[in-house]
């Protein structure tokens, strides 16, 4: 099912007027239907034996991962891919939220 919503994934990317010094932001790359997956032990406990916490399981829909894919953005709160995995139609996204959040950068 595809009830999540959409998300908007992002790549982090130097901007800024000319004269000023660069900022990064959160450049939108794509949007993709997605779909909320419940954490499994397995992952969840490899996760903690690496030392980190997993935020999110999502499952995006008719869409690619490209490596320089980075971020993704879902209602309004950021979060850094820590891995994706393909699958037949889809892509699977690990997601781990982020404690400082970037700009947005609309074009």
Request: aromatic letters at 12%; proline letters at 2%; a negative charge.
């Amino acid at each position: 099912m595809r009830d999540g919503g959409i998300l908007s994934i992002c790549a982090l990317e130097e901007r800024g007027e000319k004269g000023f010094m660069p900022k990064e932001v959160l450049v939108e790359k794509a949007t993709a239907f997605f779909a909320y997956r419940t954490i499994g032990v397995t992952r969840m406990y490899a996760a903690l034996g690496a030392n980190r916490q997993i935020d999110l399981l999502v499952r995006c829909y008719n869409t690619s991962h490209k490596r320089e894919w980075k971020y993704v953005v879902i209602d309004g709160e950021q979060f850094r891919i820590d891995a994706a995995q393909p699958q037949d139609d889809a892509v699977d996204l690990t997601l781990i939220r982020l404690e400082e959040f970037y700009d947005l950068f609309t074009e």
